[in-house]
């Protein structure tokens, strides 16, 4: 296994969809980094040789941000938001969706586990 970025990519799949395992690259810039390294996408990973290994390393390592810096940047800039108290910095404190989803019905998985009124009313009563 190629180990790329901090992450080890599986052999048996082809190139393209492999370095889609490393965080902050998808398909496209998987596509554009094999076409700029001269690699066909329809390799698989066990074929590759050193020396691409290497091309992509070096291509990842100089044009991309992956990995720990860009959470570290999603992060930072999150906490902007919150900093200057923007709509959605709001949004992210009180753990709300922050792009126009809507609350009433969905967000389960943002808003956590549904708090039943009956339950905290026998809480209440004990």
Same mark, same amino acid.
């Given at each position: 296994?190629? /180990? *790329?970025?901090? &992450?080890? !990519?599986? #052999?048996?799949?082809?190139?393209? !969809?492999?370095?889609?395992?490393?965080?902050?690259?998808?398909?496209?810039?998987?596509?554009?980094?094999?076409?700029?390294?001269?690699?066909?996408?329809?390799?698989?990973?066990?074929?590759?040789?050193?020396? #691409?290994?290497?091309? *992509? /390393?070096?291509?990842?390592?100089?044009?991309?941000? &992956?990995?720990?810096?860009?959470? &570290?940047? !999603?992060?930072?800039? *999150?906490?902007?938001?919150? #900093? !200057?108290?923007?709509?959605?910095? &709001?949004?992210? /404190?009180?753990?709300?969706?922050?792009?126009?989803?809507?609350?009433?019905?969905?967000?389960?998985? /943002?808003?956590?586990?549904?708090?039943?009124?009956?339950?905290?009313?026998?809480?209440?009563?004990?």
């Amino acid at each position: 296994m190629p /180990r *790329i970025a901090g &992450v080890d !990519i599986p #052999d048996n799949k082809r190139v393209d !969809i492999s370095l889609t395992y490393i965080y902050g690259i998808g398909p496209k810039i998987s596509k554009d980094i094999l076409t700029s390294a001269n690699i066909d996408p329809n390799t698989k990973t066990k074929d590759l040789t050193d020396s #691409d290994v290497s091309k *992509i /390393r070096q291509y990842i390592e100089s044009d991309c941000l &992956v990995e720990g810096e860009l959470r &570290v940047e !999603i992060q930072n800039n *999150i906490k902007r938001l919150s #900093d !200057i108290n923007s709509y959605r910095g &709001v949004r992210h /404190r009180k753990k709300l969706p922050s792009r126009g989803q809507r609350t009433k019905s969905n967000a389960r998985t /943002r808003r956590g586990k549904k708090g039943l009124a009956i339950a905290k009313k026998k809480l209440a009563a004990k």
